[in-house]
């Protein structure tokens, strides 16, 4: 069974750093591409980064470009955020996900997301 | 950047009632890289339909998805009590990658 599980979210100071980590299992995931999203409170999705399966090909929102950095550890099946100069818009629930080659480049696996709260 | 522009925002239905929801793209969209997901309270985003038009594995055929170029349509052909949630359109042919504001399905 496939799944993803983030890890890492919490409550940070308006400034302040945090590192988002999103543990694959159940695929074959040095193979995956994989997107980062976020939702705000009660608002709609908001796509925010992209990882090839290498670190060849890296895409950033402009909302989080320069302050936030996508990796990935392949030997450990593991997606990351870090979040950097985080401000008070940055607070939502973030997933992780799963590109589909078999659904032309959609996301059909997601985590259940991590929340950060960006607050003094 | 594509814009991608749902409607309606609200849909006020009773179950049995068939739903259909637009979604337009400021540009063209490939008709290959147009999803739509559903979003309960709570829970991550489940993929429905890809490709604009097809079903992903194990989601019921009352979920139906057309459209290319900049007008895509989602239609849901009678309601079932689960189907009551959020539905976005998103497209993942170009970066950014953008998602729709989302459509609000519920029981009225």
């Known amino acids: 069974e496939v799944q993803l599980v983030e890890s890492g979210g919490g409550l940070v100071q308006p400034g302040g750093s945090l590192r988002l980590s999103c543990a694959a299992s159940?695929?074959?995931?040095?193979?995956?591409?994989m997107n980062w999203v976020r939702q705000a409170p009660g608002k709609g999705l908001e796509w925010i980064s992209y990882i090839g399966t290498s670190t060849k090909t890296i895409y950033y929102a402009d909302s989080v470009k320069g302050r936030f950095t996508i990796s990935r550890d392949n030997a450990k099946n593991s997606l990351y955020l870090q979040m950097n100069s985080l401000r008070a818009e940055d607070t939502a629930v973030y997933y992780c996900?799963?590109?589909?080659?078999?659904?032309?480049?959609?996301?059909?696996?997601w985590g259940q997301g991590t929340l950060v709260t960006v607050s003094s | 950047e594509i814009v991608l522009t749902q409607s309606p925002g609200t849909l006020s239905l009773s179950p049995g009632e068939r739903a259909t929801l637009s979604c337009w793209a400021s540009?063209?969209?490939?008709?290959?890289?147009l999803a739509w997901y559903q979003q309960k309270p709570g829970q991550a985003p489940r993929l429905l339909i890809y490709g604009a038009s097809n079903r992903a594995t194990g989601i019921p055929d009352r979920f139906s998805g057309s459209g290319s170029g900049t007008d895509f349509t989602f239609t849901i052909s009678r309601l079932e009590p689960e189907d009551f949630a959020v539905y976005y359109c998103?497209?993942?042919?170009?970066?950014?990658?953008?998602f729709g504001g989302g459509t609000k399905v519920e029981i009225k």
């Open positions: 540009q063209s969209v490939g008709s290959s890289y």
């Open positions: 998103q497209q993942y042919g170009s970066s950014p990658l953008t």
């Open positions: 996900a799963s590109v589909s080659r078999t659904y032309f480049g959609a996301s059909d696996h």
């Open positions: 159940g695929f074959i995931f040095s193979t995956y591409e």
